[in-house]
């Protein structure tokens, strides 16, 4: 098992920005990514951004791209996510999540990851 733990949220301007963690603890030996994932009141979770823990390859859904930075601090199995330039629509629950395995495909799906953190809450006001 995986216990991942997130910090970070809160409520800020927009323009403003925020750095989200993640700490991994438990079977983290071996695994594929680490990600994190968004939910807004009434709609589905959706993917933010990804990390390859291996080689550092990252990915970013085009809404956030240029404004967040996903990193890691792999000796510390901490994730990172520098959000800047912060909209009234990141307005969310934001997730991190762990994946164990490669993808066949995309690896944007949230149902292809195995754990889950419990959420902190980011809130950008307009």
């Known amino acids: 098992q995986v216990q991942l733990v997130e910090s970070g949220g809160g409520l800020v301007q927009a323009g403003g920005s925020l750095r989200l963690s993640c700490i991994a603890s438990?079977?983290?030996?071996?695994?594929?990514?680490m990600g994190w994932f968004r939910q807004a009141p009434g709609k589905e979770r959706e993917f933010v951004s990804a990390?390859?823990?291996?080689?550092?390859?990252?990915y970013y859904a085009d809404s956030v791209k240029g404004r967040f930075t996903i990193s890691t601090d792999n000796a510390k199995n901490t994730l990172y996510l520098q959000m800047n330039s912060l909209k009234f629509e990141d307005t969310a629950v934001y997730y991190c999540a762990l994946k164990l395995n490669p993808p066949s495909g995309s690896i944007r799906p949230a149902n292809l990851w195995n754990f889950w953190g419990q959420g902190t809450q980011v809130t950008v006001s307009s």
């Open positions: 990390i390859n823990w291996s080689d550092g390859s990252t």
């Open positions: 438990g079977r983290t030996f071996s695994f594929y990514a």
